[in-house]
């Protein structure tokens, strides 16, 4: 059969063309048709819990209603498996995504009212915004945890950090008070009422907030400086992790030493603002093995690493600093993210 007919006709290309186009346009407007579907129904579904909240909206005391029964809702879920629809949700809300595509966040966790903490943060952030709050989700990493909560700006312009996972609220003399407020009082060592992590339910747990004083925050988008002061014995080595297909190790033992938790990836993870450095204090070989051979979109350090395998290999100076610059990280479009996670770390002092 001659090249380009199927049964003796030949498919004009012009006719091809549109044919392409109109299923483009079929596929953009499932796209649109979706969108405002879901966010019409987080909506409805946000306004249905908010009637069942304070009623004055314009009160500290709704605030702190709402992000208790947010608390609640999320861990009456606990235990739940992610459904369809959640699993989506990066990518119907992905960054790179074209604003009049992307789905509005928090949208897909009202929905739920199901997962992580920073599901409940935006959940609450949806919330405050259909009540007329400007909210934000807001990350908070110490030295040995990190968390996410919603940041809003209360009644007469007050700001007011209200975590929605562990119904917590810093309060000062009675007042809802916001993050750099209570860092410095904590700093200063103030004792309640000028300080006060008020637990807002039964299920409440202060436990993230023993090291405020030494803890970094910022809102999503805006710019997060994490830093690890590595010390190792003359001689020594240490790993971080074990070679078991996982990362989540990796920053539980990063977090004990009290480097932060955030060293199980390489690329851009959880905020491209985010730069995340390491000092070293003698001299070192500092080799992070990751779980598949690198990616060179995800190495986001202006000192270019020895690649082997899996491995990406540094030599670092005594005082010499090492930044991932985790906003310079290229994007994987089939896989809709920016970073590969990394199985375990060695560390070794050199002579």
């Known amino acids: 059969m001659p090249h380009g007919m199927q049964g003796g006709m030949r498919t004009p290309l012009s006719t091809v ?6 299923l483009a346009l079929i596929g953009l407007g499932g796209l649109l048709a979706v969108k405002h579907g879901l966010q019409a129904m987080a909506r409805s579904r946000a306004e249905a819990f908010l009637a069942r909240s304070e009623p004055d909206r314009n009160s500290q005391a709704f605030l702190i209603d709402t992000t208790r029964r947010v608390h609640e809702a999320f861990r009456a879920s606990e235990g739940r498996p992610f459904g369809l629809l959640e ?9 790179i995504l074209p604003g009049f595509l992307r789905l509005r966040p928090g949208a897909m966790d009202v929905i739920a009212m199901h997962g992580h903490c920073d599901n409940s943060a935006r959940a609450l952030k949806f919330m405050l915004e259909e009540a007329g709050y400007r909210a934000w989700q807001f990350n908070m990493v110490s030295p040995d945890m990190a968390h996410t909560v919603t940041l809003a700006e209360g009644p007469n312009g007050t700001t007011c ?4 996972m562990f119904a ?3 309060m000062s003399n009675g007042r809802l008070i916001g993050p750099r407020q209570a860092r410095e009082l904590a700093r200063a060592g103030a004792k309640p009422p000028e300080l006060q992590w008020s637990l807002l339910a039964p299920s409440s747990s202060a436990r993230f907030y023993t090291r405020f004083a030494d803890t970094s925050f910022a809102r999503q988008g805006s ?4 830093r690890a002061e590595v010390t190792l014995p003359a001689g020594g080595r240490i790993a971080l992790g074990v070679p078991d297909g996982q990362s989540h190790d990796v920053s539980d033992a990063a977090a004990k030493r009290g480097w932060t938790p955030h060293w199980h990836y390489i690329g851009n993870k959880f905020d491209r603002s985010w730069d ?18 690198p990616d060179e979109r995800f190495i986001t350090t202006i000192d270019r690493p020895e690649i ?3 491995e990406l290999i540094y030599t670092l100076d005594k005082g010499e600093s090492l930044l991932f610059d985790d906003g310079s990280a290229g994007r994987d479009w089939l896989r809709l993210h920016s970073f590969q996670d990394v199985d375990f770390i060695t560390l070794e002092a050199l002579p």
């Open 161 to 164: 950090l209200l975590d929605p």
């Open 308 to 310: 082997k395998g899996n």
């Open 223 to 226: 710019q997060l400086v994490l």
């Open 87 to 95: 699993r989506l949700r990066p990518y119907l809300s992905n960054a």
């Open 276 to 293: 995340r450095i390491m000092t070293f204090h003698q001299k070192t070989r500092l080799v992070l093995h990751l779980l598949s051979p």
């Open 168 to 170: 917590v609220a810093p």
């Open 17 to 22: 063309a549109a044919v392409t186009a109109i």
